[in-house]
Nanobody, 112 residues
Framework: QVQLEESGGGLVQAGGSLRLSCTAS????????MGWYRQAPGKQRELVAA???????NYADSVKGRFTISRDNVKNTVYLQMNSLKPDDTGVYYC??????WGQGTQVTVSS
């Protein structure tokens, strides 16, 4: 089974940027769905951004225009570029592959 390793989280001031990376232990070229979810304290995990193998993308309304999901099938990596970060973006961000495999999560904290 594919395993995922996430990186790129951290503490940033409001208005700043971060790029999250999720690297798979195996090939992701044939996997249709890859996505990023986040879970804020006391809230349910929610889908932030998703991308299909064909390149179609979907974003939560709250991040449209600020976040961009992309994938590199050669590096077996999916990215989440996050710009104009807000305190409400704070949470643990999880990578998901194929709707079944989850990363361990990476903390993103946005200070006001």
């Amino acid at each position: 089974q594919v395993q995922l390793e996430e990186s790129g989280g951290g503490l940033v001031q409001a208005g700043g940027s971060l790029r999250l990376s999720c690297t798979a232990s195996g090939s992701i070229g044939s996997i249709n769905f890859m996505g990023w979810y986040r879970q804020a304290p006391g809230k349910q995990r929610e889908l932030v951004a998703a991308m299909t193998r064909g390149g179609s993308t979907n974003y939560a309304d709250s991040v449209k225009g600020r976040f961009t999901i992309s994938r590199d099938n050669v590096k077996n990596t999916v990215y989440l570029q996050m710009n104009s970060l807000k305190p409400d973006d704070t949470g643990v961000y999880y990578c998901n592959v194929g709707l079944t495999v989850w990363g361990q999560g990476t903390q993103v904290t946005v200070s006001s």
